[in-house]
T-cell receptor
Framework: SQQGEEDPQALSIQEGENATMNCSYK?????LQWYRQNSGRGLVHLIL?????REKHSGRLRVTLDTSKKSSSLLITASRAADTASYFC??????????????FGKGTHLIIQP | IAGITQAPTSQILAAGRRMTLRCTQD?????MYWYRQDLGLGLRLIHY???????GKGEVPDGYSVSRANTDDFPLTLASAVPSQTSVYFC???????????????FGPGTRLTVL
């Protein structure tokens, strides 16, 4: 079953605008990660936020984490055409040292209109 | 080699045939994974390996087997392919923290498999 669920499923904005995607999850986590996938390619890691962090920045990316609401958001500022891709959140569920790997959501497809 | 490579890039396979998807990484990561990606379903974990010599089942392991004879290679085998195994398969690796938490995963380019 999917741990993370992204919202919205699809998002289309104008170049230069900000894009916000949300992720909700169900169980306690060690960390939450965001990935980008360009059409037909493998996933690329964007940013990792640990369960004891609330906000993290990387270039034009800003990620927030609210463990009380079990939710995260990814903000891309000043969007560019090259940001067109699918974005996935992935959770590392806390399992006492168990080794189940990351659980991915279904993704948000972002289209940046020139 | 830089990162993770997968082979073949794509394959069309008759149902009932045996197929092995290859995955090799040169980053000396201890953990490796196989996912399948289907439209509308995101990525689902098939099998994983935390270290050479050990493997584990993910969310959708039925019909698949893996082995981890060494750190670098993590082949995925379909013993008798069925049409429902038509998918894009991604291999990934990561450096797993000693405390159990997972670090970022690095993905291969994928193998597009069609089972007829």
């Amino acid at each position: 079953s999917q741990q993370g669920e992204e919202d919205p499923q699809a998002l289309s904005i104008q170049e230069g605008e900000n894009a916000t995607m949300n992720c909700s999850y169900k169980t306690s986590i060690n960390n939450l990660q965001w990935y980008r996938q360009n059409s037909g390619r493998g996933l690329v890691h964007l940013i990792l936020i640990r369960s004891n962090e609330r906000e993290k920045h990387s270039g034009r990316l800003r990620v927030t984490l609210d463990t009380s609401k079990k939710s995260s958001s990814l903000l891309i500022t000043a969007s560019r055409a090259a940001d067109t891709a699918s974005y996935f959140c992935a959770t590392d569920p806390y399992s006492g040292g168990g080794a189940d790997g990351l659980t991915f959501g279904k993704g948000t497809h972002l289209i940046i209109q020139p | 080699i830089a990162g993770i490579t997968q082979a073949p890039t794509s394959q069309i396979l008759a149902a009932g045939r045996r197929m092995t998807l290859r995955c090799t990484q040169d980053m000396r990561h201890n953990a490796m994974y196989w996912y399948r990606q289907d439209l509308g379903l995101g990525l689902r974990l098939i099998h994983y390996s935390n270290t050479a010599g050990t493997t584990g089942k993910g969310e959708v392991p039925d019909g698949y087997s893996v082995s981890r004879a060494n750190t670098d290679d993590f082949p995925l085998t379909l013993a008798s392919a069925v049409p429902s195994q038509t998918s894009v398969y991604f291999c990934a690796s990561s450096a797993k923290f000693s405390g159990g938490a997972y670090n970022e995963q690095f993905f291969g380019p994928g193998t597009r498999l069609t089972v007829l």
